[in-house]
């Protein structure tokens, strides 16, 4: 019960405190192109594969 308690107290003080950041200018961040999000899905997929057929038993 001590630790249901514990983590809703430290829940509620963490969206009391939880607010925007002041950030004093913004950095422009370009798009990226379209074979580095297909990059990225293809390597996503081989190392799911890759740890998937590492099941224990």
């Known amino acids: 019960m ?3 308690r514990t ?4 829940a ?3 969206l009391l405190l939880a607010g ?4 004093a200018g913004s950095i422009q961040l ?3 192109s379209g074979i580095t999000l297909f990059s990225l ?3 996503g997929l081989l190392i ?3 740890f998937a057929g590492k099941r224990r038993d």
Do not use: E, N, Q, T
Not at 7 to 10: A, D, N, V, W, Y
Not at 20 to 23: C, D, E, I, N, T
């Open 2 to 4: 001590g630790m249901i």
């Open 7 to 10: 983590l809703g107290i430290s």
């Open 12 to 14: 509620v003080v963490s």
């Open 20 to 23: 925007p950041a002041h950030a």
């Open 30 to 32: 370009p798009d990226p």
């Open 41 to 43: 899905g293809i390597a």
């Open 48 to 50: 799911g594969r890759h």
